[in-house]
C-alpha cells in the first residue's frame, strides 16, 4: 500500500514538473518571420541606423532578420503618442545592436516596451515638473516593461557625435539583468577571468569622473550599473574616440559585445536615400527600381 502511495506521489510530482517545463517553454518560445522583411522597414534602417549601414549585405539580412524577430515578439504600446513604424523599426534597431554578435540571445526579460511622448518623472507624468527620465527598465509590478521618451529615441540615432543614445542604454541593462541582478557587471557575456579587471577599470573611470578628468558623461559615475550602460553608449556611437582615449575600457568592451566598432563603423552620417541610390537590400538596382519600387 505505502509503495502504490509513493507511486502515486512521485507521479503527481512529474506531471506538475512536465506542465511548469511547458509553461517554461511557452513563455521562453521566441517566434520567426514568416513574412518577408518590409522595404520601408529596410529605408527606415538605411536613414537613420550607421550602424546597420556599415555592414556587409549578409550581415544586412541578419541585422534585419533580428530587427524583425523583436518587432513581432515584443509588443510596443504608445501612452500618450502612436507608436509608428519608425518608432517600432528604431526600437528594435536598439535592442538588436548591443547583441548582433550572439545570433541566439532573445529578450525573454522583456514583454513590452512603452513609449512616453517625452522625458517623464518617477510618477510616470509626462507634464509638470522633475521629468528628468527619459528610459526606464521596470522592476516589481513593472517586470518585464520598457518604458522609453519618444523624443530620445529619435534624438538617440539622429545626433551621431554625443555619445548617447537612451534607448541603447537601456538595452544594455536588459543584458546586464539577464544574470539575475543589475550590477555592471553582464555575467553572461564576460568571463570570470575579466569581472575582476572590468570592477577594478570602472572604480577608476568613475573616479576620474569625479576628478573632473574625463569626457565620460558623469551619469556614468552614479553606479556601476550605470556606468556600464552609459559606456556602452559610447562605444556603439563613438568607438574610435573611446579606443583612442580609453583604449583599456574599449578592449573589454569590445570583448564583452564580440564587436570589433572601431573596424566597423567606417561610413559617415546617415541620409535620406534616394530614387536613383543604390538599394540597401543589395540588390545592385537602383531604389526605385527595386524597394522603392512601390
Not at 82 to 108: C, G, M, N, Q, T
Request: with cysteine; glycine share 4%.
Amino acid at each position: 500500500m505505502e509503495t502504490i502511495f509513493a507511486i502515486l506521489i512521485i507521479t503527481v510530482v512529474l506531471l506538475i514538473f512536465i506542465n511548469i517545463g511547458k509553461k517554461i517553454r511557452k513563455n521562453n518560445s521566441w517566434k520567426k518571420p514568416i513574412k518577408p522583411f518590409s522595404a520601408s522597414w529596410r529605408k527606415t534602417l538605411f536613414e537613420n541606423v550607421i550602424f546597420y549601414n556599415n555592414l556587409d549585405p549578409d550581415k544586412k539580412q541578419q541585422f534585419e532578420s533580428k530587427v524583425h524577430e523583436f518587432i513581432i515578439n515584443c509588443k510596443i504600446t504608445g501612452v500618450e503618442t502612436e507608436v509608428d513604424e519608425k518608432d517600432r523599426v528604431l526600437i528594435a534597431a536598439s535592442a538588436v545592436i548591443p547583441i548582433f554578435a550572439f545570433p541566439k540571445w532573445h529578450y525573454y526579460n522583456l514583454k513590452e516596451v512603452i513609449l512616453y511622448p517625452r522625458e517623464f518623472n518617477r510618477d510616470f507624468d509626462t507634464e509638470g515638473t522633475k521629468r528628468s527620465i527619459a528610459g526606464m527598465v521596470g522592476t516589481g509590478y513593472m517586470e518585464g516593461k520598457m518604458i522609453l521618451s519618444k523624443q530620445a529615441l529619435h534624438h538617440g540615432f539622429k545626433n551621431e557625435t554625443d555619445k548617447k543614445n537612451t534607448a541603447i542604454h537601456e538595452f544594455v541593462h536588459l543584458i546586464d539583468k539577464a544574470d539575475g541582478s543589475i550590477d555592471g557587471i553582464p555575467a553572461l557575456l564576460l568571463e570570470k577571468q575579466y569581472a575582476l579587471p572590468w570592477i577594478d577599470l570602472i572604480q577608476k573611470k568613475i573616479e576620474e569622473i569625479y576628478d573632473g578628468k574625463s569626457d565620460i558623461n558623469p551619469y556614468g559615475a552614479t553606479d556601476s550599473t550605470e556606468f556600464f550602460a552609459v559606456i556602452s553608449e559610447y562605444f556603439f556611437e563613438r568607438p574610435k574616440l573611446l579606443k583612442q582615449k580609453h583604449p583599456k575600457l574599449y578592449s573589454l568592451l569590445e570583448m564583452i559585445f564580440d564587436q570589433k566598432m572601431a573596424k566597423k563603423l567606417k561610413k559617415p552620417k546617415s541620409r535620406e536615400i534616394n530614387r536613383n541610390d543604390p538599394c540597401p537590400c543589395g540588390s545592385n538596382k537602383k531604389y526605385k527600381k527595386c524597394c522603392g519600387k512601390n
